[in-house]
């Protein structure tokens, strides 16, 4: 528990219908009260009670009209005593209330300060405060549905549980290796092959509804791609249901990247336009063709469009060669004409994850290609079961999934338990770093400076 009483306005500067002025600490109710004038001092009134009443200057004149609420420490936000004034929004009011407050010796807070109180004083975990931000910055009913199931302890649950499986294994099997002549219960290699497989199953699930929530919050990229004048900026405007690029009947008119939001089933999409990929024709080109390729790299999936009124040629097999090893679906475009495309051809074109055939003028297939992408990034029965994650506890998360996956594979071609234990410490170290187990406090420290002030 800290012994500084600290004070910030929590909600956005601006004009607004209110504006909230936070205290905690040891002298929140104290110092509220030195400005709050109601039918009762808040000293007075039940915690979580609202007071109406008027703030004060240090002359005792009124400056505004208000409410006021305090909180006592162990049922409040931050685990310590804390104070609530609901100013009249604007700058005016809540300015003048703060720096009474820091006249009278509350500390401004810093960004973060009050989630991080509330990580030190045990109301929550560093997971749950993840979900805190995920939470503020959701841009999409899924993404904070996620939010919501991270912050009430949900990952932390499980990848807890997951850890003392992790736990009660390697106990058996290093007890095995430690004291090989105590009457211990024997754990066959079949029997431990069963086991792990039953843990890397459990790394696996939880590792893809963390993807997925890391997904809905980040949303996903996806990036259309082709050789030029194939209809790519057609496509983005069919997808977006609105003219937002440039179509003429000239090959080449995207020079850069277009980025364009969407969202479909609560799913946040960013869509990337990109340049036409050919030998480029001019240095302009050459630049265009490289900003493709930059958004490419930071896609999470890639359409490669074709058109179908024409035979495939050089250039559409120079574009599908850049989608080599990266996920995409391939699109037939222009369905509306005449087929010169079948789909074994665009099959045989590249590796793609499908086929779909589809007119971006007449908008056959648009709402079809959208749940094939969500569906396809996103993965069957995943969404509603996403759970909030930040990319570094994906990648923890990532870490255990490997290490399981590896014991089970050197155990299943009989290299011994030794090399399983020293994997399924590794698994559980990973989770350690997940729990916040290990004490990591500049991990602490930079999950909340990424916070606002006042939250």
């Known amino acids: 528990m800290q012994n500084e009483t600290i004070a910030a306005l929590s909600t956005a500067l601006g004009e607004s219908a209110i504006a909230i002025v936070r205290l905690s600490g040891p002298q929140s109710r104290r110092w509220a009260d030195c400005l709050f004038r109601g039918r009762r001092p808040l000293a007075e009134t039940e915690p979580r009670f609202m007071s109406h009443g008027r703030l004060v200057d240090e002359r005792g004149e009124p400056f505004d009209e208000v409410l006021a609420v305090w909180f006592a420490p162990g049922r409040s936000y931050t685990g310590e005593e804390m104070a609530e004034i609901h100013c009249h929004g604007g700058n005016m009011a809540a300015r003048l209330c703060l720096e009474r407050l820091h006249a009278l010796g509350a500390r401004p807070a810093k960004a973060g300060e009050f989630t991080q109180r509330a990580f030190l004083s045990g109301r929550i975990d560093l997971a749950q405060a993840e979900a805190i931000l995920a939470t503020i910055r959701a841009r999409s009913e899924a993404g904070l549905k996620a939010a919501q199931k991270s912050l009430a302890g949900d990952l932390s649950r499980r990848a807890a549980t997951l850890r003392e499986k992790i736990l009660d294994l390697s106990a058996l099997v290093e007890a095995g290796l430690d004291y090989p002549d105590e009457e211990l219960p024997p754990l066959t290699g079949p029997e431990l092959v069963e086991e792990l497989r039953s843990l890397s199953g459990e790394a696996h699930l939880l590792f893809d509804r963390c993807r997925t929530g890391l997904l809905l919050s980040q949303g996903i990229a996806v990036a259309l791609v082709g050789k030029p004048n194939v209809g790519k900026s057609s496509l983005l405007n069919a997808l977006l249901a609105r003219p937002r690029a440039l179509v003429t009947a000239v090959a080449g008119t995207t020079r850069d990247v277009l980025e364009a939001p969407l969202s479909h089933r609560g799913v946040p999409l960013h869509l990337l336009d990109t340049a036409g990929l050919r030998v480029p024709l001019d240095e302009v080109e050459a630049l265009g063709i490289d900003r493709t390729m930059e958004a490419l790299e930071r896609a999470d999936l890639a359409l490669l469009v074709l058109d179908g009124s024409a035979p495939l040629d050089d250039d559409d097999r120079r574009a599908a ?116 187990l290990d004490g990591d406090d500049a991990l602490a420290e930079r999950i909340f400076s990424r916070f606002c002030v006042g939250k």
């Open 321 to 436: 060669s850049r989608l080599v090893g990266r996920p995409h679906l391939t699109l037939v475009n222009k369905s509306d004409l005449p087929h010169r495309v079948g789909d074994d051809e665009a099959r045989a074109l590249s590796p793609s994850l499908g086929v779909l055939r589809l007119s971006a003028r007449e908008g056959e297939g648009i709402e079809a290609l959208k749940e094939t992408v969500v569906d396809t990034v996103v993965g069957s029965g995943l969404l509603d079961e996403a759970l909030n994650a930040s990319a570094s506890q994906l990648e923890e998360l990532r870490l255990a999934r490997s290490a399981l996956d590896e014991a089970r594979r050197l155990v299943r071609e009989g290299l011994g338990e030794d090399v399983a234990a020293a994997n399924l410490t590794e698994a559980r170290s990973a989770l350690d770093r997940l729990l916040f």
